[in-house]
């Protein structure tokens, strides 16, 4: 088929259940594969670790030459992506908070646990709803400091605001944009309301931290603070709950695989990076060019759309023994998961050890139980994939 | 090897890999530390109590760079 | 015959980090004959770049700076005893206490030691170290953790650097001492020293540069130094950090390239003998070898670098047990870091071999900053402070020999980043400091003068 159209392909959504195949279909088409719409997808491994790295490839969608409001750092270029990232680590992670993820543990596991109580053999029940979902919502609600309770209020607006974000190669993106700013900047009202509560009576959470910084210099301003909470708020649930579902269907998928792991309950951080590299929660991420960029003799001119396949490159033969084999006693598994360079994931540390916690928890149950529905329904979304429900019959 | 015998384990990061991402740090803060704000520094005997959380940075290291194993067995000296 | 070459008898001369890993590689590669590993030191490998960081600063001790194994090495290891010459005829290595063991092939993996005070008995004053032994190390942890008055460092390359770092760390005074125009310069250039000497400075370093040492004063113990300039430091603990010389004499009757600057070898590792001719059976690896690289005008580097010591020993290891065409050769850019003063420093290329430099990404105000370094109109280095991330990107320019200055569009790009500088490497001969790197060729066209 034409190569010009995976991206189309790719996106659709029959493709979500199982876009592997599309993606080893690019990687032969490859490395770089111009799109229909002028974009270029590429797959491989090697040449996404180097982008990744190229301090010419901008995260920032201003490099395209739309006219939208500043990202938050997620999508900035240094040294405005370095400033804001570091402020917004300043409170959660090494230096300043080193001890913050792991001091977390014993709530993880505390909430895991409850979640669980529900689970007896016999019962069937939704991966999604009953445990993958609740678990980092809870989690990064109490992180961050906004109100468990409100979750329907911002899981309306994470929808509109992800869906936003989605890769859309054909469809007319006007009314989900307008939608996704709309969400964006009620959303941000809500964080920043909520974080001003705290101002002067700060409690252990994120937003408590950014609005009582003491030092000018290393303060967010209202709009930075408000794009930050919201990236956190969402990017804390959107994903998490894609890789702990994935990880169970995997883990049900492969009997033998549960077995080794129900055995040797010590491979489970190994088995949880093998799950980033064989069933990501994150597929693909846009970069554009500062400058007219060669890759693999492919010029790629200045302010176009790039479209990495982490998804792909995690599946790269040249790079992975056996790529498609689930195998958590893989060594050398640096995969792209997470992202690589200075985007790495922000977030990395505590879905690891929500993961970790979540199917470690979970291998008890597992031993009996059987997928109703495979392949399971999928969410709309291509770029932040996993499945919308995942009945499991225990 | 006897089961009484407690053979503590040793760390070693190859730095010339590491690129200062630290989730070492967030996953074992009492062996890893940032000095500054890339840096690595980390204790390089790692008590029974952290050994699994070492292992979990090991696994997690993006640039997969860190080695945690028993010292050589010399023989008797 | 492979199936030869998977057995019989291979001896590593060096039980420290080469050494290790190149038995664990012979391990890994099949190699099942017998394997004896000898080391002067009475220890287990174990890992150097602590003594200077994590253990001056309380973190690690001494003692607990063992390598951990990849694997089971299933090696004799002979430890503690000083091997004291080879017989490449009778394929023989000749040991202190009089014994000699018999080899199929020779790895040489003796690394180097600290360079001595040049007074012996100066030297012995009590209170005066060098830095490169886990006894050196743990002897400096004591002397600094009783909170001496001053400590007075000798020469401000990366160890020397360190050193004073850590005591600043420690809330101790310190004065550096060196003869070049700042620290660091001999491995990085004129920019970058200069911002180094900033951070002494900031740091609250007592630096002196362009001095020398001329006398350590004391009956017994230390009491502090005379400098060229007429000046005394008093101080009550001194660290000589004049960098590292070769352990290449026990191999002085042996027929083999060894000198001062190590043993040259191929870019397989194989060693040449005194007459330029490559030996089948003797291999080299670590900061002991000096080998030729492509990327570096072919000539030859020697490297005081952890990751050159991984990298050249596996090298060697796999074409021990491996037939001629399946050998490889030891291409591996080097690689090094240093962390000091709160800045992480990570260097790839060889920042020696340039002639001009640009700041490519962030500023020295910042503190954040990628440099450049090119020769002759291509990349031939990159050191980051704290943008170790990128650090990638300038390696693959350096390994495809990419047109100096670098291409435009970097993010956070300098506003100089089109304004090349000289690089402003001195004359080793000029520092207190090695410069880790060197390039031990000639290079007629770059005849450096003393400044």
């Not at chain 2, 803060?29 to 109590?49: I, K, M, R, S």
């Not at chain 3, 001056?56 to 607990?64: E, M, N, P, V, Y």
């Not at chain 3, 990107?393 to 495809?400: G, M, Q």
Request: proline share 8%; aromatic share 6%.
């Amino acid at each position: 088929m034409d190569s010009a159209t995976l991206l189309a392909r790719i996106t659709d959504y029959a493709s979500r259940p199982n876009p592997y195949p599309l993606y080893a279909e690019l990687r032969e088409a490859g490395p770089v594969v111009q799109q229909a719409d002028g974009s270029y997808l590429i797959g491989t491994y090697h040449h996404i670790a180097a982008l990744l790295h190229d301090p010419r490839m901008s995260a920032d969608p201003r490099t395209r030459g739309e006219v939208t409001h500043k990202p938050p750092f997620l999508r900035l270029d240094d040294p405005e992506h370095h400033r804001l990232r570091t402020l917004a680590m300043r409170p959660f992670g090494p230096p300043h908070s080193p001890g913050r993820v792991d001091g977390m543990r014993g709530e993880i596991d505390r909430i895991t646990k409850e979640l669980l109580e529900p689970f007896e053999a016999g019962r069937q029940i939704d991966i999604v709803d009953d445990f993958a979902y609740p678990l980092p919502v809870t989690v990064i609600c109490r992180l961050l400091g906004v109100p468990r309770e409100d979750e329907p209020l911002f899981r309306a607006w994470s929808d509109a605001i992800v869906a936003a974000a989605d890769v859309r190669p054909d469809d007319d993106s006007t009314e989900p944009d307008k939608a996704g700013d709309q969400a964006r900047m009620e959303m941000g009202g809500y964080l920043l309301n909520l974080a001003e509560q705290r101002r002067g009576k700060p409690g252990d959470d994120l937003l408590s931290a950014f609005v009582n910084e003491p030092d000018q210099a290393l303060r967010l301003t209202q709009e930075e603070l408000a794009e930050t909470a919201v990236l956190l708020l969402i990017a804390g649930h959107e994903t998490t709950v894609n890789l702990i579902t994935n990880g169970v269907l995997t883990l049900l998928r492969q009997p033998e695989q549960l077995d080794l792991l129900r055995r040797e309950p010590g491979l489970m951080p190994r088995a949880v990076e093998e799950l980033l590299r064989y069933e990501p929660p994150v597929h693909m991420r846009e970069r554009i060019p500062h400058a007219d960029l060669d890759v693999a003799g492919t010029v790629i001119p200045q302010g176009t759309s790039v479209i990495l396949v982490l998804a792909s490159g995690s599946r790269d033969p040249r790079r992975f023994h056996e790529p498609d084999r689930f195998d958590p006693t893989r060594p050398d598994n640096q995969h792209l998961g997470f992202g690589s360079g200075i985007h790495l994931c922000y977030g990395a540390p505590l879905a690891r050890l929500e993961a970790q916690a979540a199917l470690g928890a979970l291998l008890p149950h597992l031993g009996t139980a059987r997928l109703v529905q495979d392949p399971p329904p999928y969410r709309q979304n291509a770029m932040l994939r996993g499945p919308r429900h995942l009945s499991v019959q225990l | 090897m006897t089961a009484e015998e407690v053979v503590e384990m040793r760390t070693v990061v190859d730095l010339t890999r590491c690129q200062g991402y630290a989730q070492c740090v967030f996953l074992a803060p009492e062996v890893f530390q940032l000095h500054g704000e890339e840096g690595l520094l980390y204790a390089t005997a790692v008590p029974d109590d952290q050994v699994e959380r070492v292992r979990q940075a090991a696994a997690a290291c993006p640039v997969q760079a860190i080695l945690l194993g028993e010292e050589v067995s010399t023989g008797a000296r | 015959m492979p199936g030869d070459l998977k057995d019989g008898r291979i001896v590593i001369v060096g039980a420290s980090l080469a050494g290790l890993r190149a038995a664990e590689t012979l391990r890994e590669e099949g190699f099942t004959g017998s394997l004896t590993v000898v080391g002067d030191e009475p220890h287990a490998p174990y890992d150097r770049p602590p003594l200077s960081k994590q253990v001056l600063l309380g973190q690690a001790t001494a003692d607990t700076t063992e390598l951990p194994m990849r694997r089971d090495t299933e090696a004799e290891w002979r430890l503690g005893v000083r091997a004291t010459g080879v017989d490449l005829l009778a394929k023989q290595v000749l040991l202190a206490d009089g014994e000699s063991l018999p080899y199929d092939r020779l790895l040489i993996a003796t690394g180097t030691r600290a360079r001595p005070w040049p007074n012996p008995e100066e030297g012995a004053l009590d209170g005066v170290f060098t830095l490169r032994t886990r006894e050196d190390g743990a002897g400096l942890a004591e002397r600094l953790a009783a909170r001496p008055e001053r400590v007075l460092v000798i020469g401000a390359g990366f160890t020397g650097s360190e050193i004073a770092s850590a005591c600043r760390e420690l809330g101790l005074q310190v004065t550096v001492a060196e003869r070049g125009p700042a620290p660091l310069v001999g491995a990085l250039g004129g920019t970058l020293s200069k911002l180094a000497a900033v951070m002494q400075r900031n740091h609250g370093v007592d630096l002196r540069t362009g001095v020398t040492v001329t006398a350590l004063n004391g009956n017994g113990a230390f009491t502090g130094a005379d400098l060229s300039d007429g000046s005394r430091v008093e101080a009550d603990v001194c660290v000589v950090a004049l960098g590292a010389v070769r352990n290449v004499e026990w191999l002085a009757d042996s027929g083999l390239a060894a000198g001062p600057r190590g043993i040259a070898c191929d870019a397989g590792c194989r060693a040449f003998n005194m007459y330029g001719i490559v030996t089948d059976d003797v291999f080299v690896a670590g900061d002991v070898s000096r080998f030729p690289h492509p990327l570096f005008g072919y000539q030859m580097l020697s490297l005081e670098h952890w990751g050159n010591a991984v990298e050249q020993a596996e090298v060697a290891a796999h074409n021990m047990v491996s037939p001629g065409p399946l050998q490889r050769p030891h291409l591996a850019v080097p690689v090094f870091w240093s962390t000091q003063f709160g800045l992480n420093i990570k260097s790839v290329g060889v920042p020696t071999y340039s002639d001009h430099v640009v700041i490519a990404q962030g500023s020295l105000e910042a503190r954040r900053l990628a440099m450049v370094y090119g020769y002759q109109g291509r990349v031939t280095a990159a050191v980051t402070v704290d943008m170790a991330k990128v650090l990638d990107y300038y390696r693959h320019l350096i390994e495809t020999a990419a047109p100096f200055p670098p291409p435009p569009g970097a993010q956070d790009r300098a506003i100089a980043a089109d304004i090349t500088i000289p690089s402003a490497v001195p004359d080793p001969s000029v520092l207190s400091h090695g410069p880790t790197v060197a390039l031990t060729g000639h290079l007629p066209d770059r005849r450096l003068t003393v400044v």
